[in-house]
């Protein structure tokens, strides 16, 4: 029943929700937007790795090849090294160089500025047209970088928290998590509402809603979850 209510009234709850995490941790950012292309690759080469690792590992790239077209023709050892603090780098370094390569083939260069131009659900099929871009990149590609579009990212984080609150069934996955989160926001949202509320659900993830020993006494939204109520 629960989970029948939130989805029934899903803007109210997911306003609610933001609420409870705003009064929490307050507001997050400013941060800062990158190039579309730039977020492409922390994209590809942070999935399921420390954002600390992920930031540093970028950087490597971005200092020993000074472009992403240097990165795009380098040597795979090159490129594997450069990451290989990253999980998995060697699928990484493939995915990445095959993207970087796919996209010039298809646009001619590297670049992903027209996509400002086209509706959120088209850019998001167009972008997982490449290697190793699944929902969660595509959508970081669309709001987190300079494109700032209305495009909900969805984390491990994310995923979990959504789960115990409800709004998910358990099995699901990134994709299955967008198509049923997303046209829930509240229709008023911006771009940034989205991205704030994406580092909030993230921030509750890491600090108190944990995998293993979620710290559920002192989560800002335990009145709506289901794991609190079916609990207590």
Same mark, same amino acid.
Not at 71 to 93: C, L, S
Not at 153 to 159: Q, R
Not at 196 to 220: N, R
């Given at each position: ?40 690759v ?10 600390s ?14 472009s992403?077209?240097?990165v795009r ?15 998995f =780098? @060697?699928?990484? $370094? ?7 390569? #796919? !996209?010039?083939?298809?646009? %001619? ?8 131009d ?12 490449l290697p ?16 700032k ?9 994310h ?5 115990r ?6 099995q ?13 926001? =509240? @229709?008023?949202? $911006? ?6 509320h994406h #580092? !909030?659900?993230?921030?509750l %993830? ?5 995998h ?10 335990a ?9 207590g």
């Amino acid at each position: 029943m629960q989970l029948l209510l939130a989805f029934d009234d899903g803007a109210a709850t997911f306003a609610d929700i933001h609420s409870r995490l705003l009064t929490r941790f307050g507001r997050q950012g400013p941060w800062h937007h990158p190039d579309p292309v730039s977020q492409l690759v922390l994209g590809i080469v942070g999935g399921r790795t420390r954002g600390s690792v992920s930031l540093s590992a970028f950087e490597t790239l971005m200092q020993r090849f000074g472009s992403w077209d240097a990165v795009r023709d380098a040597r795979y050892a090159e490129v594997r090294k450069a990451i290989g603090t990253v999980t998995f =780098p @060697d699928n990484k $370094t493939h995915y990445l160089q095959s993207a970087l390569r #796919q !996209l010039t083939q298809m646009r %001619g260069r590297l670049e992903l500025e027209f996509l400002a131009d086209w509706p959120v659900e088209s850019a998001l099929d167009w972008l997982e047209r490449l290697p190793g871009v699944g929902r969660k990149v595509s959508a970081a590609t669309l709001n987190f970088s300079s494109l700032k579009m209305k495009a909900l990212v969805i984390d491990t984080h994310h995923l979990r928290v959504m789960k115990r609150l409800g709004l998910l069934r358990r099995q699901a996955g990134f994709a299955e998590a967008y198509r049923h989160l997303m046209p829930r926001l =509240p @229709d008023y949202w $911006t771009a940034a509402d989205v991205d704030e509320h994406h #580092q !909030l659900v993230k921030l509750l %993830g890491q600090t108190t809603c944990h995998h293993d020993v979620p710290a559920c006494a002192d989560c800002p939204v335990a009145a709506l979850c289901e794991k609190t109520t079916r609990d207590g």
